[in-house]
């Protein structure tokens, strides 16, 4: 399993952005140290609260020079036409790829906000076939040399996409996926999905697993494939020495779930493509035990109780998890994200390697002595009917 720690550069009243940008730079180092394999933030626009990074393109190469393992993954790249022009993502994506040497990955959306897509005037009602198009754009042009295209909203002669990735066939792609529908699309056109976020509990991110892969066994793809089940803890991860002192210190974060989600009732009235979203008006943000065990929303407590909760996704088939860290003090995220990767992470990593107790590995050699010595007899015994010839 990957673990991809996600930061939105969320900041504080009181707190500059460029504060918190400086912040965000050193929980992306030593999320590359403990062991993280991935950092991803969202693109958000005119966003109040939450998130304040709207330009990750220029933000990752940044880091990447700061880094020499961790990937980037765009959590995501939103592909209204209005917002993004495909192509122009192409190129920036396989920029990125050459200055990271190959650590690029391109998560993509249609935008989850009333801010932002009204902001960039996106027609809710056309953004989903502008996103899909988008994908077959952009794989095209890193795959074909030349490249066209003809769509509803895209339209592109015969080119040359330069500078060209430097990742066969071509970075991963992946797609945002709310809903079973967008599971089926995603696994439909061969690309990852990255699910969950609606805080709706377990069994429909299982369900989303189980209908990904059913989906993705039973289609043919022209394209080359880059599957992969991503899910996303959306509310947050936070890891603290006693799974007490993490719930006290995480329940800010049912405020940031609650502001984060504002807008999903009224998107799943301005278009059938997010109906889906209505759902999240049923949820009782308040509801510490369900936000915190049953929503999906959350992995909080001490190393062991986020081992557990990491687990149940590892039996379900998940690739890669989604860690949103953001949103708490700087310090706290900190400490979450060196827990996280010094005691969480190596033990679905490097199990063998982790140090146990001695009066553990005592309790397993003891109970060995005996076949041991049968196997020294035997060996002897052996040894001295050879001599004896």
């Known amino acids: ?36 394999d991935a950092f991803g933030s969202s693109e958000q626009h005119v966003a109040l609260g939450t998130a304040s990074v709207s330009a990750p393109e220029v933000l990752y190469p940044y880091l990447m020079a700061l880094t020499s393992r961790i990937r980037f993954i765009h959590l995501v790249t939103l592909l209204p036409t209005r917002m993004n022009h495909a192509l122009r ?36 009602s056309e953004n989903k076939a502008q996103w899909r198009e988008g994908i077959e754009l952009i794989r095209s042009a890193f795959l074909n040399d030349v490249f066209s295209y003809v769509g509803e909203h895209y339209k592109i002669p015969p080119r040359s996409l330069v500078p060209k990735p430097l990742q066969g066939p071509y970075p991963p792609i992946s797609a945002a996926a709310g809903s079973p529908s ?16 609606l805080y709706l509990g377990f ?95 959350f992995i909080v407590g001490d190393p062991d109780h986020c081992i557990q909760h990491v687990q149940r996704y590892a039996d379900m088939g998940a690739d890669a998890l989604v860690l949103r860290v953001d949103s708490l003090p700087h310090h706290q995220l900190l400490r ?13 990593k490097n199990p063998r390697n982790i140090v146990r107790p001695a009066d553990d590995v005592l309790a397993d050699i003891r109970p060995a002595r005996p076949a041991h010595e049968e196997a020294l007899r035997q060996y002897h015994a052996n040894h001295t009917k050879e001599t004896a010839r």
């Open 89 to 124: 993502v192409a190129e920036r994506v396989a920029t990125e790829d050459i200055l990271s040497n190959g650590r690029v990955e391109l998560g993509t959306g249609r935008g989850n906000t009333t801010l932002a897509l009204r902001a960039f005037e996106v027609d809710p």
């Open 203 to 297: 069994d429909l991110v299982e369900n989303m697993l189980k209908l990904y892969d059913k989906t993705l066994a039973a289609t043919h793809h022209p394209y080359p494939i880059t599957p992969r089940k991503m899910v996303a803890i959306a509310g947050g991860m936070h890891c603290a020495q006693t799974t007490a002192q993490a719930r006290t210190e995480a329940k800010p974060l049912f405020e940031m779930a609650k502001l984060s989600t504002d807008a999903y009732e009224r998107l799943s009235k301005l278009s059938q493509d997010y109906a889906y979203m209505g759902a999240v008006k049923d949820i009782d943000f308040n509801d510490e035990e369900y936000m915190f065990e049953r929503s999906q929303g």
């Open 336 to 348: 979450s994200i060196e827990l996280f990767g010094k005691y969480v992470i190596p033990h679905f």
């Open 1 to 36: 399993m990957d673990f991809i720690l996600m930061t939105e550069g969320d900041t504080p009243v009181g707190l500059t952005h460029e504060h918190r940008y400086r912040e965000l730079i050193e929980e992306v180092l030593l999320a590359e140290r403990v062991g993280f």
């Open 182 to 197: 967008s599971v089926e699309t995603a696994a439909t056109m061969g690309i990852g999905a990255i699910m969950g976020g």
